[in-house]
């Protein structure tokens, strides 16, 4: 019989935390996996406090996740290097700007034949144009990557609420392995073979789901919000399209819970959303609102679609794309927020 999978999780915040609780419980009771799974946790103070103290004798993260105990065998490591120590699988769920320091740490110190998961919804721009986060880390770590993505808020997970959610996975040994150690009764998991197309909607729909944001701060109505999911919809299958070149980019992939379904959750609930509508009411910059509202965790829409732009411009493709145009030229470039409206009234798709 093979040796029980250890698992590791890099990272702790709200939607990590939510995802120690599923996968600490299936590790304690499915003989597939060590019992004992290792959590990375950013050491910081709290009531003062470590917060890698409070997690392991309380087992709740009381800065990220309050009010949701963690099972006794989630272990938090305050050391990078340590936690990922002899891990099989390794969980990456931190905020995508901290992706390329985290892997030069434990490039040298992780097992050669591990496998990932991310859990990153952004992609990285670099002279070549796009990198979803799973090939930057396989590039610099060498190791097989796969991707969980859905409509998954994270507090609703951890209050255990039904929900869905797709694993993209090619390897057809993995797939299954994976499943058992995320699958619950209340969060059912699909796997798919188009493990990019399945992250590219990861991150692209936080884009959306500023713009969804601006039209809730603006007091437009669900009518408007549904155009916004559409044409929304309509540029990330375009933008799939034309990115995502390993293989076939299928519309049933778009109708998993990591394309239509996080799209739709993340523009109705969700940070993305949330900031883009105080953006709209307050005037306020993003970088203000991120500190005032999300106590320490990290925005994604808004450097996501200065990535994306960036990408399109180097293939002159910008005008193709105008509600992730129009996100971006009002978060970086001061244009007003009642610009997003007249970029739904010009849509492409009505001429």
């Not at 910081?44 to 409070?54: F, H």
């Not at 995508?96 to 859990?119: E, M, N, P, Y």
């Not at 819970?257 to 910059?285: H, M, P, Q």
């Not at 991120?290 to 910008?318: D, F, S």
Request: with cysteine; charged share 20%.
């Amino acid at each position: 019989m093979a040796a029980p999978k250890k698992i590791c999780l890099i990272g702790s915040g709200n939607w990590g935390s939510a995802i120690a609780k599923i996968v600490g419980s299936n590790a304690a009771k499915i003989p597939t996996f060590d019992k004992t799974v290792s959590m990375w946790v950013f050491e910081e103070m709290v009531n003062g406090r470590k917060l890698t103290e409070i997690i392991n004798q309380d087992h709740e993260n009381v800065k990220y996740l309050p009010g949701h105990k963690l099972p006794p065998n989630v272990l938090a490591v305050p050391e990078l290097v340590d936690a990922v120590k002899g891990a099989d699988i390794l969980v990456f769920v931190i905020p995508h700007q901290f992706v390329h320091r985290v892997c030069d740490t434990i490039k040298d110190h992780i097992k050669k034949d591990a496998v990932g998961v991310s859990l990153i919804k952004g992609v990285d721009e670099g002279p070549e144009g796009l990198k979803l986060i799973s090939e930057v880390i396989r590039g610099k770590l060498g190791i097989t990557m796969t991707v969980l993505m859905g409509a998954n808020i994270a507090n609703e997970v951890a209050e255990e609420k039904f929900c869905e959610t797709t694993i993209g996975c090619k390897d057809k040994v993995n797939g299954p392995i994976l499943k058992e150690m995320m699958q619950t009764t209340n969060f059912r998991v699909t796997v798919v073979e188009e493990a990019d197309v399945v992250e590219i909607c990861g991150a692209l729909k936080n884009i959306v789901a500023v713009g969804a944001g601006f039209c809730d701060g603006l007091g437009y109505g669900d009518n408007t919000k549904a155009a916004v999911i559409r044409l929304g919809l309509m540029e990330m299958i375009a933008f799939a399209k034309v990115f995502c070149t390993a293989g076939a980019v299928s519309s049933s992939t778009f109708l998993e819970s990591c394309g239509i379904a996080d799209l739709v959750t993340t523009c109705y609930g969700g940070r993305n959303r949330k900031i883009g509508e105080a953006f709209a009411k307050t005037g306020k910059s993003i970088e203000e609102l991120e500190i005032e509202m999300l106590n320490g965790q990290k925005l994604q829409g808004p450097p996501t679609a200065h990535e994306v732009h960036n990408i399109l411009q180097l293939k002159k493709m910008v005008d193709k794309f105008p509600l992730f145009n129009a996100v971006y030229q009002i978060c970086y470039k001061g244009h007003p927020v009642k610009e997003f409206i007249s970029c739904l009234q010009n849509h492409p798709e009505h001429m």
